[in-house]
């Protein structure tokens, strides 16, 4: 295609989590991030108790883990510790009862059975325990590793003492978390499980009765199943310009720590584009603060001087999602900038945190990819910098939804077509999709958030439902102010709109977030994030969740002035005056226009998010020199 501009992405996968053999078997098929989970449960005297219900808690306990059991993907690592099971009396009462490898149903549940309350109540000790019980992660390589803590009381043994405990094994790796359910807790006990699950990386669960138990501890072991799947080449970033690895045009894995600043050294020529985006994958719904960011930078020179920076927040505390920081060198129009010269440059992510937040190092995923110039002597179409037809009241599609399963992350995001598609969510989550569009279309889509039953006293809580857009080159696409991509959640209804303005070359000149990423089509990426504390919200596990898709307008031939409407899409299906293959499910092949074959290289960030009970819409802040500004 004449002027077409082609990503050059290179992707290797990092080997897959370590374990016993059934277990690495299950981690290789599912890629690094399928993790792992150990059950740990409270066996103490307490448990023998009625729960109110005419059962033991014990009973409601084997009940609810067998229900997880049921839920979980086919042969998930997971595995089951027990404490206070073997003796009245004994702080080193604690025992793994059944290994963690690739899933048995049957086992574990025969395993769970077996066991009886007796005693003690061992709580730190069983963490660590429960710590080495977990696959070991290969070089390079991080997972989700999830201890899921199923208590009734608080720890009565003391020493070692489970909060300090929790944050020592939480600083320890990039990808471990510790989510605790309390059964029929409050006071004090309730305390050290909240304070278990912050310093741990994950989430605190209550469980009033047998129903919540269950919901809940579902909730959680969904999570570790569902882990964002990482993807990459292993690189560590250097300290300071000096000792900044030399990167190519590729897909890389990095960790990042509280207030740390990586450095990255590329060469880049002089006339073409370069596209750089980091996304930092914190544990789901870990503990954040709303002015906790990403940054990114491109720096030049002595590494003072910047070309473009962006800065991204969580804006919002119920809990950590993916967050996307993403800058780019687009040379001026003239050729007269500081970084418009071939050179050694910098790529800069740093990532910022307050006090009381998130700990842990965060699996950081960079992508770095080059679109050569327009070939001589073409002149591009003029920019497209306004919505039209695709602005909020836009018609989308209508109909009965068709069930469709969202991805865990930008590497497997799951591809849409035209049309009306239903999925559900849980709390903490972040769900995944791609769409296609190529030159002269846009994006343009609606969530809808569903009405669920509610808890108890339910109806008082509110969370958050929120959609970010991104490019095929991972930047997030601002609402332009058109759009409304965050919505309070309260099991009612809530919907939210999205979209981009139409892909066009010379959109690379505009100054407005909004239209400045839109320059080169292919796979735009959709992500969808329910907040944390809708987990205090909805009586089902999961959340309904509805997408109405469409791509607008007629596919070009290029991106040059006057290139006519393509009459077939790529592989010969006819092209829909809406964008879409007429008939067909989803967007299927990669790229689009001038972007051929970087779909399952490059994918979507973070969510925009909000501060429970106010409504935030995240915003790109940029400073220093702009190449495209006029500042270089």
């Known amino acids: 295609m004449a002027g077409g501009a082609l990503f050059a992405l290179v992707a290797a996968v990092l080997p897959a989590v370590a374990s016993v053999p059934a277990a690495r078997e299950a981690a290789e098929r599912d890629g690094p991030g399928s993790g792992s989970l150990v059950m740990v449960l409270d066996s103490s005297g307490s448990m023998a108790d009625d729960d109110g219900t005419g059962r033991t808690r014990m009973e409601s306990a084997r009940k609810a883990v067998g229900t997880v059991v049921d839920a979980l993907p086919e042969g998930h690592p997971a595995g089951l510790r027990v404490y206070g099971a073997d003796r009245p009396r004994g702080c080193t009462d604690t ?174 020529d002089a006339v073409s584009t370069a596209d750089f985006a980091a996304t930092a994958v914190p544990q789901a719904g870990a503990a954040v603060d709303s002015l906790d960011a990403l940054s990114t930078g491109l720096a030049y020179g002595d590494g003072d001087s910047t070309c473009d920076s962006d800065t991204e927040r969580f804006l919002q505390q119920e809990g950590a ?43 950081l995923e960079l992508v770095y990819g080059v679109e050569p110039p327009l070939a001589g002597g073409v002149t591009p179409a003029q920019s497209r910098p306004e919505y039209g037809k695709g602005g909020e009241h836009a018609a989308l599609p209508t109909g009965d939804p068709r069930d469709v399963r969202g991805g865990t992350g930008f590497n497997d995001a799951t591809p849409l077509g035209r049309g009306v598609w239903r999925d559900r969510i849980l709390p903490s989550q972040t769900l995944w999709y791609r769409v296609q569009a190529g030159w002269g279309q846009q994006v343009r889509y609606d969530v809808e958030f569903a009405n669920e039953p509610t ?112 009459a077939q899409k790529p592989g010969g299906t006819k092209a829909g005056n809406d ?29 925009v998010a909000l501060t429970a009970g106010f409504l935030l819409v995240r915003g790109r802040r940029r400073a220093g020199t702009q190449t495209t500004r006029g500042s270089a």
Not at 159 to 182: F, H, M, N, Q, Y
Request: net charge neutral.
């Open 95 to 268: 025992r793994l009862v059944r290994p963690v490898s690739a899933l048995d149903r049957a086992a574990m549940k025969k395993a769970v059975a077996g066991v009886q309350p007796r005693g003690d109540t061992p709580i730190g000790l069983s963490l660590r325990k429960a710590a080495e019980d977990l696959p070991t992660p290969s070089a390079g390589a991080v997972g989700t590793r999830t201890i899921l803590l199923i208590s009734d009381g608080e720890d009565n043994c003391g020493t070692p003492a489970p909060c300090e405990v929790a944050e020592e094994l939480g600083r320890k790796s990039a990808g471990l978390r510790i989510d605790t359910v309390g059964f029929q807790v409050e006071g004090a006990a309730r305390e050290q499980l909240e304070c278990v699950a912050e310093a741990g990386n994950g989430r605190y669960y209550d469980a009033p009765d047998a129903d919540a138990l269950a919901r809940q501890l579902q909730r959680s072991a969904q999570l570790s199943a569902d882990g964002y799947r990482l993807k990459g080449e292993p690189v560590e970033g250097g300290a300071t310009t000096a000792k900044a690895p030399s990167m190519d045009p590729g897909h890389y894995l990095d960790t990042i720590g509280p207030g740390e600043k990586r450095y990255y050294a590329v060469s880049l």
């Open 321 to 363: 999602t993916p967050l996307t920081s993403a800058v780019s060198r687009i040379r001026s129009e003239d050729g007269t900038r500081s970084c418009d010269e071939a050179g050694r440059y910098w790529l800069v992510v740093e990532r910022q945190s307050k006090k009381g937040s998130d700990r842990a190092r965060w699996p």
């Open 455 to 566: 808890v108890d006293g339910g109806a008082a809580t509110y969370s958050y439902g929120g959609t970010q857009l991104f490019t095929p080159a991972r930047f997030p696409v601002d609402s332009g102010g058109e759009f409304r991509s965050t919505a309070m959640y309260s099991g009612k209804p809530a919907a939210l709109r999205m979209g981009s303005v139409p892909v066009a070359w010379t959109n690379r000149y505009e100054s407005r977030s909004a239209v400045r990423p839109v320059h080169a089509g292919g796979d735009f990426y959709i992500a969808v994030t329910l907040g944390a504390r809708a987990a205090e919200i909805a009586e089902n596990p999961r959340i309904g969740v509805v997408l109405r898709v469409a791509v607008l307008g007629d596919e070009l031939a290029g991106p040059e002035h006057g290139a006519p409407a393509l």
């Open 579 to 607: 964008g879409s293959a007429a008939g067909a499910a989803d967007s299927g092949g990669t790229g689009g226009a001038g972007w051929t074959g970087i779909a399952a290289a490059v994918g979507a960030g973070a969510a």
